[in-house]
Structures are given as C-alpha cells and as structure tokens.
C-alpha cells in the first residue's frame, strides 16, 4: 500500500521559515491530487494547499503568498515551503494524496509532524 511520510515540522518564530517534505513509498500517479492539510487543537483539519498532477494549485486565502506547494512526481514527492510564518499557523501538518472518480476512490495521509511558530 501507499505510505506518507511528512518530515520538516519543528519550532519556528514568528516571521521565519520551514520546509515540509512527504515521501511515498509507492508510485503517485499525476492523476492524484496532492495536498497539505492542517489540524489545530480543537479545530477541524482544513486544506493549506493542493496541486494537481499538471500543475494547478489551490491555496487556503490566509498562506497565499506565504506558502509554496510543489511536487515531483518521478520522486514521488511533495513539499511545501513555509514562509512569514505566523503564530495562527501552528498546527500538525499532514501531507495527503487523493483520487476519486465515478467508479473508485483512494486517499492516503501521512502520519502529520507538528509545526510550533512561537516567541
């Protein structure tokens, strides 16, 4: 089966920077899409960004401009690079790949790695 594994998460003051990284251990066709969720205590987890197989990204208004999702495909893998972090930020971070048709469904989370913008 496809696993997720998130890496990069960590403390960070406010204003600074962290790159989250998610490796699959099986092949992500370009027919996934992948994205970054993130869950705060007491909150629903909620999408801060996603990218389809051919490029279109997707962001959650508050990271626009701040957040950059990429992916690689022949890597099998998905970044998202953090900027001007902001303390409204801190959450855990889970990578997730999804593809859905009329016919069949599959979606797939990483296990999430906390991210902590504090003074």
């Known amino acids: 089966q496809v696993q997720l594994v998130e890496s990069g998460g960590g403390l960070v003051q406010p204003g600074g920077s962290l790159r989250l990284s998610c490796a699959a251990s099986g092949n992500i066709f370009t027919a996934y899409v992948m994205g970054w969720y993130r869950q705060a205590p007491g909150k629903q987890r909620e999408l801060v960004a996603a990218m389809t197989g051919d490029g279109s990204t997707n962001y959650k208004d508050s990271v626009k401009g701040r957040f950059t999702i990429s992916r690689d495909n022949a890597k099998n893998t998905v970044s998202l690079q953090m900027n001007s972090l902001k303390p409204e930020d801190t959450a855990v971070y889970y990578c997730?790949?999804?593809?859905?048709?009329?016919?069949?469904?599959?979606?797939?989370w990483g296990q999430g790695t906390q991210v902590t913008v504090s003074s």
């Open positions: 997730n790949a999804n593809f859905a048709t009329a016919l069949i469904k599959y979606n797939y």
